[in-house]
């Protein structure tokens, strides 16, 4: 496994939205989605889950209602709204734009200067 | 829509802040507990594997305070918080604590009782159905200088048939009248209108009915309504009053109606009125209408609706200006006689409205002086928490956040301040308005309303603010290196705090030699007012008022003819000598120093027209004088010198010469210098009649002024006629007695009642009583500016010494060092009381500039006082310097009992 990477508050934001995306989930749900998507390169602090997510809920972008999980214990669930799609949508183009850019800054060759 | 989940949220925090909690538990503990399955199922024992899934989520309490700061803690939050610390510190000193919210309440109490009299008497409006289209209409002639003559029958109908301005108008007539056919004669006070003057107010009965079209009358319908205070008085609140009759001057009245409780004229609240009565005033008593014979004294109307005031003013002024071509006969050029219209409103209470705005001025500095008292105080005591500050902040404490908690300290401070002082004032209004002066217009009106608690209300903001934005600021720019290096007791008296509180404690000052001026110059009003001469000696002079009826039938008049009056007039002094203790009687038609009746009242006025003979008579406005009526041993009674001629005399009755004595203004405006009026022949004009003189009168003397109107009023014009020659209703008789009048109240009512039992007598009290009554609001105004300016004057002392104590404590070290150094005592003592003289002697001098400045805007309230009095100037400022150096002396004192090791030792 390589070694974990640091994440910006934004960003985390950004793959809790897409973890919902995909189907509504609990709290531990989405830590190891997000795991498992990011094919285990990829591993959550625990500890700032869950004030992510209570922040997006505040704004709106996702919310939840409690629920039954899998082996029928009550627990809270998470899916993403319609404006949290919007959003979600609007942040991947803003980090492949941002991505473009500072890939392009980092080939630069002494030359091209 | 995030603004709306926001809000949302935020809602749920606020409100459901305890499930909140135990379902962020249960979330939080179902997540560890699915961790702890998968370590399970890894093949981990349970305990371990709950050890490890707690061990990988971390610090769980600083999640859940991230959690719950994601979720937006409240402002409200912070507010508990803020509020309980804020209760705690004040708990910790009870003493500054009860101080500051005495203090607080007096100056929001005062300002409550202030303005709920001046929200009822100026800003609100008139208790009646759309209060601002009702106008006061007056009648003038200003050509000669006269306003508010009186009017014609004819003359009020052109209101009606000639200019289309008014949607409805009534005549009004007030004067006393004597109740009789109750259950005791009565001396009231009736109020004759038009029949629509209720409908016109929007007035409604409580009883019966009111006026309307069916009480026409050329002369009065012997109809009248009462007042609930009547009814309840004389009736019983019996509600089969109605169809009783009654008697008002000998004439039949019917009741068909009860006001309710809250109904009042839109007049002077005393005397109120308790009979209405309506008339058409085109037959008797009154005579035959014509446009010359102007008996009427007052009107009021009521717009037609849309029309402004200034559109109604311009089209009575055609309608005036066609009358005066039309009837040149009835309208002297020269008079210019016009027809103007006021706000009901403005023409009542526009006379009082300069003094209350003083005294609400007056009560607002009252609230800045306590709100800088208090400012100084807790800027002191905020120095003094410097080290707690520096510790906040360096714990992570925003500026805004420190201020907001000093803030709300002052907050709540001001907050318990005004509910004090709300209660106070709630209390103590209807004690307070037993001092307020009786002629205030529409006193009867004022409570605490909605508008006057919102006053309160803002008041004890503003205060809060003022002193509690100083040191809420101070304090939250504490520097942290320097003061966390002040040392452990911290010499928290830093230079720019100290300026600070030195502007503040000079303010107070300032403020308090304006109040003490004001009082100052008020209270020499007063002392002027008591010196002056009235004209005639009020001690040991017993007066009693009757008024004779006057009925609309005159066969039912007992007075109707000079034989009856002065049969009634004879026998009565008679009566009245033979009280024992009685020195000598006479009879006056009115007592001095009780006022004409002001030019904006429609009752009736003495003031009557005069023609002299050989002098040219312009314009019948031109020579005026007040008339009285007195019997021959009237100026013996009140001691009035006599400076020409004679007395009158018995011999001085009806069928023999004429007389007339005249006073030292007559004489000086109409033949002094160059003429003797002893000799010389004048005539009045009737009050009813158009162009009716009396017969010649000879004037036989010239007596001193006697001040009628009021002992600030000077110089009006009197003539005195003989009782016995001159026929009238109101009558009082003055004694001289050296008995007081409670003493005599029995016999003197007996003495009348024995001639005529029908008569009701009021009003029995010692001249002493008359004069002080008129000085009555004067009296109000100087006390309670006078009260304030002690106030201030207390608290300005109060602060300079809280200042200079807490000086001298936090200096106390430096003061040690000093005395160790070999420092006098005395030269502590004027280390100290130096800097109180200085901070008192700026703050005396702005406060002195301030006052000569404005001290002018009193002029109109003063009386044989400049407003720039010298001897005022000299002694508000003198006095205050004494009691702030009394106040600086005592810290001072304490200073140099200051023990040097001790306080060396205290490092």
């Known amino acids: ?113 | 829509m995030t603004l709306w989940s926001r809000f949302r949220s935020w809602l749920r925090a606020t409100f459901g802040r305890s499930r909140m909690e135990s379902e962020m538990d249960a979330e939080l503990k179902f997540h560890i507990e699915a961790r702890a399955e998968d370590w399970v199922r890894r093949g981990v024992s349970r305990p371990e594997a709950t050890r490890r899934a707690r061990l990988e989520f971390g610090a769980i309490e600083r999640a859940k305070e991230e959690c719950r700061e994601a979720r937006g803690v409240t402002w409200l939050d912070f507010l508990a918080q803020d509020l309980r610390y804020a209760l705690r510190m004040l708990r910790k000193k009870p003493i500054f604590t009860a101080v500051a919210v005495l203090t607080l309440a007096l100056g929001v109490g005062a300002n409550t009782a202030m303005f709920s009299i001046v929200n009822a008497v100026l800003l609100r409006s008139l208790p009646f159905r759309d209060p601002d289209r009702l106008v006061r209409i007056y009648f003038n002639n200003p050509g000669v200088g006269l306003r508010n003559v009186r009017f014609s029958v004819p003359e009020f109908d052109d209101l009606r048939t000639r200019t289309d301005v008014f949607e409805d108008v009534s005549a009004l007539v007030s004067g006393p009248t004597n109740l009789t056919g109750a259950k005791q004669p009565e001396h009231l006070e009736v109020l004759e209108s038009s029949p629509n003057y209720f409908s016109m107010l929007g007035a409604t009965p409580e009883l019966g009915r009111l006026f309307g079209h069916q009480d026409f009358a050329l002369g009065f319908a012997p109809v009248v309504v009462i007042s609930d205070g009547l009814w309840r008085r004389s009736y019983g609140a019996d509600p089969g009053v109605l169809g009783r009759s009654l008697r008002l001057d000998n004439d039949l009245y019917t009741i068909v109606g009860v006001l309710s409780p809250g109904f009042r004229d839109p007049g002077a609240t005393i005397p109120a009125v308790d009979v209405w009565v309506t008339a058409g005033f085109s037959a008797d008593p009154y005579p035959m209408p014509a446009r010359g014979t102007r008996v009427l004294p007052g009107a009021i109307g009521r717009l037609k609706p849309g029309l402004t005031l200034a559109q109604a003013q311009a089209r009575l002024d055609a309608m005036a200006a066609n009358l005066r071509r039309e009837f040149a006969n009835d309208y002297p050029p020269q008079a210019k006689w016009t027809v103007e219209i006021v706000p009901l409103q403005q023409s009542l209470v526009g006379n009082v409205r300069p003094m209350l705005l003083v005294l609400m001025a007056a009560v607002i500095l009252i609230v800045f002086i306590v709100s800088l008292n208090l400012g100084g105080l807790l800027l002191a005591r905020a120095s003094g928490r410097h080290q707690e500050m520096a510790v906040r902040s360096a714990l992570g404490a925003s500026r805004s956040r420190m201020m907001r908690q000093m803030l709300t300290e002052s907050l709540l401070l001001a907050w318990f301040g005004g509910i004090a002082g709300l209660a106070t004032a709630a209390i103590t209004l209807k004690a307070v308005l037993r001092f307020v002066s009786a002629n205030l217009p529409r006193l009867s009106e004022v409570n605490i309303d909605w508008r006057v608690l919102g006053f309160t209300l803002l008041i004890s903001l503003v205060m809060g603010l003022l002193f509690g934005l100083a040191p809420a600021i101070h304090s939250s720019k504490a520097g942290l290196a320097t003061t966390m290096r002040e040392g452990s007791r911290g010499s928290g008296y830093s230079a720019k705090a100290g300026r600070m509180r030195d502007v503040l404690i000079m303010s107070q000052l300032a403020f308090a030699v304006v109040l003490m001026v004001g009082a100052g110059l008020l209270l020499e009003t007063l002392r002027e007012l008591l010196r002056q001469n009235p004209g005639f000696n009020p001690s040991q002079v017993v007066t009693a008022t009757i008024y004779l009826p006057h009925p609309n039938n005159p066969q039912l008049d007992p007075y109707l003819t000079f034989a009856q009056q002065i049969r009634f007039n004879r026998e009565l002094l008679r009566r009245a000598s033979a009280i024992p203790g009685v020195e000598l009687a006479a009879m006056t038609s009115n007592l001095p120093a009780t006022g004409a009746t002001s030019s904006d009242s429609i009752g009736r006025t003495n003031s009557n027209s005069l023609a002299i003979e050989d002098r040219p008579t312009e314009s019948s406005g031109d020579l005026r004088a007040e008339i009285i009526r007195i019997s021959p041993d009237y100026f013996r009674v009140m001691q009035t010198p006599l400076v020409e001629g004679r007395f009158f005399t018995e011999g001085d009755e009806d069928g023999k010469l004429p007389v007339a004595i005249i006073d030292e203004a007559t004489a000086r405006r109409y033949w002094w210098p160059d003429h003797d009026p002893v000799g010389r022949r004048l005539r009045i004009l009737g009050r009813f009649a158009g162009r009716n003189y009396s017969p010649w009168k000879t004037v036989v003397g010239v007596v001193k002024n006697i001040k009628h109107d009021g002992l600030d009023v000077d110089g009006v014009p009197h003539v005195y006629v003989p009782v016995n020659q001159t026929l009238g209703l109101l009558l009082s008789l003055t004694l001289r007695t050296s008995l007081p009048a409670s003493t005599l109240e029995a016999q003197i009512c007996g003495a009348i009642q024995s001639v005529d039992p029908g008569l009701p007598v009021f009003n029995v009290t010692s001249m002493d009583n008359v004069l002080d009554a008129s000085l009555e609001s004067r009296r109000f105004a100087a006390n309670l500016v006078a009260g304030f300016a002690g106030l201030a004057l207390l608290l300005g002392s109060i602060g300079i010494y809280g200042l200079l104590a807490y000086m001298v404590g936090q200096r106390s070290r430096e003061i040690g060092l000093r005395l160790a150094l070999g420092a006098q005592r005395a030269d502590v003592l004027r280390l100290v009381i130096g800097k109180g003289v200085v901070l008192a002697g700026l703050g005396i001098v702005a406060g002195v500039i301030f006052s000569a400045s404005t001290a002018s805007m009193m002029a109109s309230l003063l009386y044989g006082v400049r407003p720039h009095d010298p001897a005022v100037f000299l002694v508000a400022p003198l006095l205050l310097l004494i009691v702030t150096l009394l106040a600086s002396y005592i810290p001072a004192w304490r200073a140099t009992k200051v023990d040097p090791i001790v306080a060396l030792r205290e490092a």
Do not use: C
Not at chain 1, 18 to 34: E, M
């Open chain 1, 1 to 113: 496994m390589d070694r974990q990477l640091d994440l910006l508050q934004g960003t985390l934001d950004m793959l809790i939205l897409k973890a919902v995306s995909l189907g509504p989930l609990h709290g531990y749900g989405i830590l190891l989605r997000i795991q498992q998507i990011s094919k285990d390169r990829l591993e959550i602090q625990q500890g700032s889950l869950y004030p992510a997510l209570y922040r997006l809920e505040h704004q709106g972008w996702i919310a939840s209602e409690w629920g039954e999980s899998e082996n029928k214990r009550k627990a809270r669930f998470y899916r993403l709204t319609k404006t949290g799609k919007g959003r979600l949508q609007a942040e991947t183009e803003r980090w492949n734009r941002m991505s473009d850019v500072i890939a392009g800054i980092l080939r630069t060759t002494s030359e091209e200067v």
